[in-house]
């Protein structure tokens, strides 16, 4: 079992930045895919962003066309944390964000939130103009 805690959510204004973190405790996420989805109220849940942690590298990463380039994933094994780093922020990423891992490493089906079998509870952003 792996438990996944966020945080690092809150109100910023637009152009803003800030860090969301997603914690793994009860095993290593070693070689699990990661990811981060958002859902605002109304909407469907989707793909943020994705990593495939690599052993000597920061891994392989993807992003959703309307994050790349803003966001930024990344993974720090020690510490068994993945981040979200959030630049530039716009009013339409106001939404809840939530951490997930696929123990089964899919990665040619990253953006996929049915294949994710462990998440957390979610941490609010919210952009103001």
């Known amino acids: 079992q792996v438990q996944l805690v966020e945080s690092g959510g809150g109100l910023v204004q637009a152009g803003g930045s800030l860090r969301l973190s997603c914690a793994a405790s009860?095993?290593?996420?070693?070689?699990?895919?990661m990811g981060w989805f958002r859902q605002s109220p109304g909407k469907e849940r989707e793909f943020v962003a994705a990593?495939?942690?690599?052993?000597?590298?920061?891994?392989?990463?993807d992003y959703a066309d309307s994050v790349r380039g803003r966001f930024t994933i990344s993974i720090d094994n020690a510490k068994n944390t993945v981040y979200l780093q959030m630049n530039s922020l716009k009013l339409e990423d106001t939404a809840a964000y939530s951490c997930?891992?696929?123990?089964?490493?899919?990665?040619?089906?990253?953006?996929?939130?049915?294949?994710?079998?462990?998440w957390g509870q979610g941490t609010q952003v919210t952009v103001s103009s």
């Open positions: 997930a891992a696929d123990s089964r490493s899919r990665w040619f089906n990253r953006r996929d939130s049915s294949q994710y079998d462990y």
């Open positions: 990593i495939l942690p690599g052993v000597w590298t920061g891994g392989t990463t």
């Open positions: 009860g095993r290593t996420f070693s070689g699990y895919v």
